[in-house]
């Protein structure tokens, strides 16, 4: 049955993870999870999205951790190199801090530094994004950090249905994968069919098409570029919004196909502007499609400084619709 007649599944984001992780553990029974808080005698996560989980598979697949990220890593990756698939939570991005030795000087070099003998298939999952007034040690988007490190894929869903399939992907790919869940969409319901599989890493999504200035971006941001687009509709531009849904390795060709047909780009994203992931694809643009370029690129992002606790500056941080509608309104103005 295809989706055009098939009834679909009102769901949010927190349940398609939830969905994702309990077929991909029917489905292999090498899937483990664990995390602090995992297991349901500690209430299934801290947003409820492993509940149920222990209960249906057990102690010896679920393991609730200390609060050691450190360890909680160490422990995913020997478990990968015995053959399993770990699925690691940590629990805030901003705690990832604290485990950085272990992603990038061991999960994402053992396949280099062992000439392809080891793998490493553990998909790390961690919340975060700026809107609830959590503050600085608990709101930052550091995905730059790890996109910058080779060995690693980096996926940043928007949607419910791009929640469970590129969790899906993950939890089955060779490599270590950060799975980087945004609070802001989290509890946000979206369709998705009653039988979402896989969604291929490293592909984007045109989640609106357009022709006079494209808005490339991802996580809690694809939200506000289509705000941002229905907005300019309304003055007689017409953007398109692609949402990467992975940063590394990025869909280059889809991006470079829509900046090349509306000759104006927008890079828009949650993390601090300063070294942030739009350098790079703004680069790439510049590089690759200088010429044809109506206007230079621009990027939208957080500035530099931590995120801010009062919900006045807090909402000053975040890049907002009307902000990406005005920087829009400015490249169409030069040409």
């Not at 080891?118 to 700026?130: D, E």
């Amino acid at each position: 049955m295809s989706t055009d007649t098939m009834e679909m599944l009102k769901m949010t984001g927190q349940q398609a993870v939830s969905a994702a992780l309990f077929e991909a553990m029917e489905n292999d029974p090498k899937v483990l999870v664990f995390g602090e808080d995992v297991a349901d005698r500690e209430g299934g996560g801290v947003m409820g999205t492993t509940r149920g989980l222990s209960s249906k598979f057990g102690d010896l697949r679920v393991r609730s951790t200390p609060i050691a990220e450190q360890s909680i890593m160490g422990a995913a990756i020997g478990a990968a190199m015995a053959g399993y698939k770990p699925v690691a939570e940590i629990m805030l991005m901003n705690f990832i801090t604290v485990a950085m030795d272990m992603i990038v000087n061991h999960a994402a070099k053992l396949r280099f530094m062992s000439g392809g003998q080891s793998q490493v298939p553990i998909t790390i999952r961690t919340l975060t994004g700026a809107g609830w007034q959590t503050a600085g040690q608990h709101s930052d988007h550091y995905e730059g950090w790890f996109a910058h490190t080779a060995g690693i894929k980096v996926v940043a869903p928007a949607t419910p249905a791009d929640y469970k399939g590129l969790l899906l992907s993950a939890i089955q790919d060779p490599d270590p994968v950060l799975f980087i869940e945004n609070s802001r969409t989290m509890f946000v319901p979206g369709e998705i069919a009653p039988d979402q599989g896989p969604i291929p890493l490293g592909k984007a999504r045109i989640a609106q098409e357009g022709s006079d200035v494209t808005l490339v971006t991802y996580s809690g941001m694809v939200a506000n570029c289509l705000a941002a687009a229905t907005h300019l509709a309304g003055a007689g531009i017409s953007a398109e919004v692609i949402d990467l849904r992975t940063l590394s390795p990025w869909d280059k060709d889809t991006v470079l196909a829509s900046v090349e047909k509306t000759g104006r780009a927008i890079v828009v994203h949650e993390a601090v502007r300063h070294f942030g992931p739009g350098a790079e694809i703004a680069a790439t643009i510049q590089e690759d499609l200088f010429g044809k370029l109506k206007a230079p690129v621009r990027r939208l992002g957080a500035p530099y400084c931590a995120v801010p606790f009062a919900k006045v500056l807090e909402d000053a941080f975040l890049v907002q619709p009307m902000d990406i509608a005005e920087a829009a309104k400015e490249l169409r103005a030069r040409g």
